[in-house]
């Protein structure tokens, strides 16, 4: 069992998605993250041991290979869709409840912003940590985030913001979540924010990079 746990984690880390991926070459006809799960569930491993001990210790080197920039976007999201393949057996035992995630992680991309790809890395980042990810896309509204906090009141909030014109959107969307909901923690990320800025509208915490967003959630749920 160890050996096919061992297996799904590089297979997931090398972006293995399944059987027929020619990526990468090395790993022609092999068995990718999809099968490597569903045997890993046939032969009795627990949906939350497949992800604690293959799919998120996988992610985390992904993430941490890439904040050190010893891998790039592309192959992250190789990762992240091996990921994905794996999570296609794990997905029905989350949703039916029978296996619990860490906790709730509504993200979005604020108004007038379309960019999506970096936020859509941090999303599966994070899924791939073990939390529930509500996704509400791109051009999200203050309405859009109040109405998913009204529906999950202790979920962490990620804003994504990729234009200097929209970071002002993100300092709205920012104010209006804390007048409603003050507890709510909020994340900020995207290419132009910072830390500072960050400080300056009264968001948590600022992460560069999906992993840093991992870390950060984990803290919270320690
Ligand atoms: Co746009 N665009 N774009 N664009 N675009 C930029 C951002 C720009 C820097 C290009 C440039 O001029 N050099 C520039 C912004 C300038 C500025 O504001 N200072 C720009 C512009 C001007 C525009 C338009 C206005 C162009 C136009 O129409 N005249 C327009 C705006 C549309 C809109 O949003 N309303 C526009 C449109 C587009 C496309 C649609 C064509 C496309 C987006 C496609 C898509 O996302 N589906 C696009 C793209 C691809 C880019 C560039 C080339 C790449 C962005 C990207 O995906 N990077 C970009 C230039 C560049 O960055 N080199 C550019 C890769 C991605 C992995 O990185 O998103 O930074 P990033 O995410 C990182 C981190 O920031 C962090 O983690 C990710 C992984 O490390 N992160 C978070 C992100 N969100 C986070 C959230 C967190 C934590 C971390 O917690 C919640």
Not at 145 to 167: H, N, R
Request: proline share 5%; charged share 25%; with cysteine.
């Amino acid at each position: 069992m160890e050996d096919l746990l061992e297996k799904l984690l590089e297979a997931v880390e090398l972006g293995k998605v399944d059987k027929k991926s020619p990526y990468p070459p090395n790993l022609k006809d092999q068995d990718g993250a999809y099968e490597l799960a569903g045997k890993a569930l046939e032969q009795g491993c627990k949906p939350d041991e497949i992800l604690e001990k293959a799919l998120i210790p996988a992610m985390a080197n992904v993430g941490n290979r890439y904040s050190r920039r010893e891998i790039y976007v592309p192959q992250m999201l190789m990762s992240a869709k091996a990921m994905g393949g794996a999570m296609l057996h794990l997905k029905p035992f989350f949703q039916s409840g029978e296996t619990k995630r860490k906790g709730t992680f509504i993200i979005g991309t604020v108004t007038g912003d379309l960019h999506d790809i970096g936020k859509n890395l941090v999303s599966m980042m994070v899924e791939g940590a073990g939390w529930e990810v509500i996704d509400l896309g791109v051009d999200v509204s203050t309405e859009k985030f109040i109405k998913a906090i009204e529906e999950k009141p202790s979920a962490v909030v990620g804003l994504s913001a990729l234009l200097t014109t929209t970071m002002e959107n993100m300092r709205k969307i920012v104010a209006d979540i804390k007048t409603k909901y003050a507890g709510v923690k909020i994340l900020v990320g995207g290419a132009p924010v910072t830390m500072e800025y960050c400080k300056k509208i009264g968001a948590d915490f600022y992460s560069p990079d999906p992993q840093g967003a991992v870390n950060y959630l984990k803290n919270l749920a320690s």
